[in-house]
């Protein structure tokens, strides 16, 4: 389930631990912390740094 909005998500069977994956209602980016048992992570936003 999506952490934010506990949506279904599916998850790919050839999904890696520490793969981004988005959730399909929501959009958040999701990390894959742990795939057995399945453990699911806000992503960081990561925003381009383009300095100054
Ligand atoms: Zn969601």
């Known amino acids: 389930m999506c952490p934010e909005c506990d949506a279904e998500l599916n998850i790919p069977a050839d999904a890696m ?5 988005a959730c399909p209602d929501c959009g958040a980016e999701l990390e894959i912390i742990s795939l057995n048992p399945l453990q699911l992570e806000l992503a960081p936003e990561v925003e381009e740094d383009w300095g100054e």
């Not at 631990?17 to 994956?21: R, V």
């Open 17 to 21: 631990e520490n793969e981004i994956i």
